[in-house]
């Protein structure tokens, strides 16, 4: 039944209420928990083996495995939230660009071609084919970062979201990204790494956990200036039913790490980062959660 005809554009809108209830949820927490790993341990293993190329060589071909493993994951849980699951192909047949989750997936799609490729070239041919590898690294760190940061332009465009502003989800993304993937390699190299190396990977660790904290309470603080959305937003994490989880996720993925990435470097003993690696991948989850659900609580009728 037609509910209403719009006459300038001959345009029916069959329904138009608000969908009650949270569209996003865990799945695509999922999503973005996965593609900050994915996208991260290819920043991070680029920086290694620039500044650490005789050291770090090892990591060449794990580092692209765990890329290629958590890249699937990011675009499975993608896949399955869509509404038409298996209609996902029409964004490459009949794509809009003007969608963030299109330009998303074609950057995507070109990112996994890229670590296949790697891949290949470092398992079949280890040793000869190292430069192949760090070339295509490179082109590879470039389309990680709009695949970084496509979420952000996706969260952006949700209409009457007002915690989702472009330039701090952005900042966020990225942030996310560095996070992860400093822990992530510090899981992976072990003890492998001497101490100058787990030095500069506490750092990022440590200064990307600031970063994001910061910008975190800014929002947490000021963010009710910008829109009354804003404020009723908050409350949820003020006093809510959010405030605990949203605690625990800023202090497991971002406190806890900054205090023990101090106190390893202070020392000069680096067992602290695992534990600091650990809970900041699982608190990185967490916080993300919060942020991704307390908007959807709002009525927008």
């Known amino acids: 039944m037609v509910h209403e005809a719009i006459a300038a554009t001959n345009a029916i809108v069959v329904l138009d209420v608000p969908l009650p209830g949270i569209v996003w949820g865990w799945i695509i927490t999922m999503n973005m928990w996965a593609k900050s790993i ?87 041919h280890p040793r000869k084919d190292k430069e192949m590898y760090d070339k295509l690294l490179g082109y590879t760190v470039i389309l990680a970062i709009p695949v970084t940061l496509y979420t952000a332009g996706l969260m952006a465009q949700s209409t009457a979201r007002e915690l989702w502003q472009m330039p701090t989800e952005s900042a966020q993304m990225i942030l996310a990204a560095l996070l992860a993937g400093s822990a992530t390699m510090i899981l992976l190299g072990g003890n492998r790494f001497n101490n100058r190396i787990k030095k500069d990977l506490g750092l990022i660790l440590g200064l990307s956990a600031f970063s994001a904290f910061i910008l975190y309470m800014a929002e947490y603080i000021f963010g009710g200036m910008k829109a009354e959305e804003v404020i009723a937003t908050l409350e949820f994490i003020k006093g809510g039913e959010y405030t605990i989880m949203f605690w625990i996720g800023q202090v497991m993925a971002f406190i806890i790490p900054m205090v023990l990435v101090c106190l390893s470097i202070k020392k000069e003993s680096y067992y602290l980062l695992k534990i600091a690696a650990v809970s900041a991948l699982v608190g990185l989850w967490v916080a993300k959660h919060v942020w991704l659900v307390i908007p959807q609580l709002l009525n927008m009728s």
């Not at 495995?65 to 675009?75: A, E, P």
């Open 38 to 124: 994915g996208t991260g341990i290819i920043f991070i293993t680029f920086f290694l083996l620039k500044k650490y190329p005789e050291e770090t060589g090892f990591i060449r071909f794990p580092a692209v495995v765990v890329s290629i493993v958590f890249i699937h994951l990011f675009l499975f849980f993608t896949v399955i939230d869509l509404h038409q699951m298996f209609r996902f192909w029409h964004i490459f047949f009949y794509p809009h660009m003007t969608s963030a989750i299109t330009i998303g997936a074609w950057m995507a799609t070109g990112f996994v071609g890229l670590l296949l490729a790697m891949a290949y070239f470092i398992y079949m």
